[in-house]
């Protein structure tokens, strides 16, 4: 997947006989024992650029001189047109070694495009140590691996919110924002059961909530706060800070939900009033400042709930957008993300998902390549030329898209390539909280 995904010298036709390769597929035959020494680590396709060089010294009877040339075309393709030049010399010159007509001219397509996407090996070498390491960690401490991504943000494709549901799909306890338990960033607990620790979310996590206030929170809650009153006089914060705690809904220990503890915010100022302070000291539990009958205020909707959560927080731990719309989903013959792996090669689908992100690499000649998720997963779209043409203001506005197509299945790797589109964003509430990330 990393080789589709990030590598792509797909042009050459160099990435799919590799694989295929690799996975025993389709036999591995060199023509001559100098090709088996240049390409043996990559089962005879050539994927490097010292291996072009290599191949064009040792087969084509270039000099060292000609081969870097060679390299230096292959490395700025873009400003200089590719290694077209060298396609006489190349192929004369395996011919003259006794190379087949065909395997030159192949040979030569396989170097052409690394004008697409070529890289040296320790470009390779240093991005796949890099890229397992990452693996390792995701698949034997998923909870580490998620807290230090939430704590490295922003960073990278995929945002808050598709890391915690991607650790919850992994078995991960993510836990809440707590004034009581949270610290700045992101923090592993104990749990009584489970492989894996649990991962707090941090104060780092609410929109609007400085640093600074947060190391203060942090710093006089020794020991624990008991009520939103004692945070406010311990701690000295602007309500301003405590009003965006409450819209995180982080003062649920105390028994009050985001409504109930924004209500309890509003009759509190920055600092207490004078002659409420002179009359507490001394006491060991002092008065609060508001004293108000108890108003019980009517209780959110799950699916308002999260929309909340969205926009004080860019996540949810208590529910999918898409979720709150699956029963009609569900009545148009719309399948779920996380069905994809059991449907069978080739059959005609349709998904509605979340866009995370929408990819158009100029090594892919115009293709576009787009992320969805719902409350099972995500997908990988495939949307050629033409039919970003035709659709373009759905695949370019929505956040809640819906798409018709055809899957796509390599093995582990499975795409869906896109017929139609439709945008579906009218019908989720809060899309406007719900942004992609878009990379050329």
């Known amino acids: 997947d990393l080789l589709h995904r990030k590598g792509r010298p797909h042009k050459g036709d160099m990435v799919h006989p590799y694989l295929r390769r690799r996975q025993k597929l389709e036999p591995v035959t060199y023509p001559s024992e100098t090709l088996r020494g240049i390409l043996g680590k990559t089962l005879g396709v050539p994927l490097f650029q010292e291996q072009a060089m290599q191949v064009a010294i040792h087969c084509a009877g270039f000099t060292p001189g000609e081969a870097d040339q060679l390299r230096r075309a292959m490395a700025t393709f873009k400003m200089t047109g590719g290694v077209s030049p060298f396609r006489d010399k190349l192929v004369n010159g395996m011919l003259a070694n006794g190379y087949e007509q065909g395997f030159a001219e192949q040979t030569f397509s396989q170097l052409e495009g690394f004008g697409s996407y070529g890289f040296p090996e320790s470009h390779a070498a240093s991005f796949a140590l890099i890229a397992y390491a990452s ?15 939430l704590n ?7 945002a808050p919110s598709q890391i915690v549901q991607d650790a919850q799909r992994h078995g991960v306890e993510v836990r809440p924002i707590c004034i009581n338990a949270s610290r700045w960033d992101c923090t592993l607990e104990r749990t009584r059961t489970g492989r894996h620790a649990a991962v707090r979310l941090g104060f780092r996590m609410v929109k609007g909530l400085a640093n600074g206030h947060g190391a203060v929170l942090i710093a006089a809650r020794m020991p624990d706060y008991e009520s939103i009153d004692d945070v406010w006089r311990r701690a000295d914060v602007p309500v301003s800070a405590l009003e965006c705690l409450a819209e995180a809904d982080a003062f649920r220990v105390f028994g009050q939900m985001r409504r109930a503890a924004l209500w309890s915010l509003k009759g509190l100022a920055d600092t207490a009033l004078p002659l409420f302070e002179a009359a507490d000291r001394g006491r060991n539990f002092p008065l609060p400042e508001v004293i ?35 029963e009609g989903l569900r009545k148009e013959g719309i399948v779920r993300c996380g069905d994809l792996p059991y449907l069978r090669d080739g059959r005609r689908i349709q998904l509605t998902g ?6 158009r ?7 576009m390549f787009v992320t969805m998720e719902d409350e099972t997963g995500t997908a990988n779209l495939i949307v050629w030329k033409d039919v970003q043409e035709k659709y373009r203001r759905p695949l370019l506005a929505s956040r809640l898209l819906a798409c018709k197509g055809r899957l796509q299945k390599e093995g582990e790797v499975i795409h ?14 809060g899309s406007e909280l719900l942004k992609a990330r878009d990379f050329r």
């Open 135 to 149: 693996a390792w960690l995701k698949c034997h401490y998923p909870d580490v691996f998620c807290a230090a991504l």
């Open 152 to 158: 490295s943000q922003p960073m990278g494709f995929y």
């Open 292 to 326: 108000e009958p108890e108003i019980t205020l009517p209780q959110m909707s799950e699916r308002a709930s999260v929309h909340e959560d969205y926009r004080a927080t860019g996540l949810s731990l208590n529910g999918h957008p898409v979720a709150f719309l699956r």
């Open 354 to 359: 979340l866009v995370l992100m929408r990819q």
């Open 361 to 367: 690499p100029g090594t892919a000649n115009g293709t």
């Open 416 to 429: 869906v390539v896109v017929l139609s589109l439709e945008d579906r964003t009218p019908s989720l509430q």
